[in-house]
């Protein structure tokens, strides 16, 4: 078995942090896009939530996703 560094553990322990903290944030940004839909903030400053979703790059199926995984 191959000698493994501190530094090695430390980047594998980051990297396990990491995800941990993107799957939070999807869950995050899910219940984000919900409340902006369902209370239709997003006629502040756009036509539709469809506009919104595309200034941030995202799909409306993925919304729709995102939204379902809170």
């Known amino acids: 078995m191959k000698h493994v560094a501190i530094s090695d553990r430390k980047f594998l322990r980051e990297t396990l942090e990491l995800r941990q903290s993107i799957e939070e944030g999807f869950l995050s940004l899910g219940e984000r ?3 902006i839909r ?5 006629e502040v400053d756009y036509e539709s939530f469809d506009h919104f979703l595309s200034e941030l790059k995202v799909s409306p199926g993925t919304a729709s996703k995102l939204e379902a995984t809170r």
């Open 33 to 35: 896009l919900k409340k």
């Open 38 to 42: 369902d209370e239709r903030m997003y």
